[in-house]
DNA sequence: ATATATACATAAATTTCTTATGTATGTAAA
DNA sequence: TTTACATACATAAGAAATTTATGTATATAT
């Protein structure tokens, strides 16, 4: 992204709603899976990403298990009930969100 | 807005933009105006904006002219060439932005 | 050997915003 | 007449979300 700033505050909502779709995800898959949906668009970092899990399983909003693969860590993060009924919130502010900026930033309809 | 760190990174957008449609604004007018714009869910706060006009000034994105009206003072702010520039780019890339959150939270198309 | 990918983590610094506070003028209400 | 609200600017302290840098460890490819 040109202006990462934008990014910010839609992280959580991002990895909520990833987490809605796929039952359970470790974090790397994650940054993967978003690299990948938006072609390179979005890269989340891991400084970013990390924190977020950390602090969302905090809120009891994920729960996590850990896992053992080709001799490899991996910490799967899915959705408790909370978590769920939250992502479904963050959705629609995001949405709401983006329908405020688009009113003030698309070029007037009504001429 | 419920989730205001969603806010976060497209105020100088909003600001570059507004000033793009209306040749010169000063604060308290572009607080207004976006609130009357978004109906009320969205309300900058002059913690917010004040800086974030002396910024993009500093940046010589925004010329200033100061002006009495009704005994009290006014700072009108207006594009610089530069800032013109600027507020194309970064309107796109809010844009751009929108549409990676999009494809991210927005139901698949393809079934 | 070296680089790259996978997989986690954290700490310091930066940016952006909220909240609180301050100054000053004008008007409306109690 | 004083209290509240609107207009109009400003800044400082604190909070929150990032970036950037760094670290550990395993596996694979060059």
Redesign the interface.
């Known amino acids: ?3 990462s ?6 992280l959580t ?2 990895i909520l ?2 987490l809605s779709e796929h039952d359970k995800m470790y974090g790397y898959e994650i940054t993967q899976k ?1 690299k990948a ?2 072609k390179g ?2 890269q989340i970092t891991e400084g970013a990403l990390y924190p977020s899990l950390h602090k969302l399983e905090a809120e009891g909003l994920l729960d996590v298990e850990v896992a053992k693969v080709d001799n490899r860590l991996r910490k799967y993060y899915k959705l408790t009930e909370k978590g769920t009924t939250e992502t479904v ?3 629609s ?6 329908a ?6 698309n070029p007037k309809l009504s001429y």
């Open positions: 992204m040109a202006n700033n934008l990014y910010k505050g839609s909502t991002i709603k990833l978003v949906l938006t668009e979005l919130n963050k959705l502010e995001l949405e709401q969100y983006i405020t900026l688009q009113t003030l930033i």
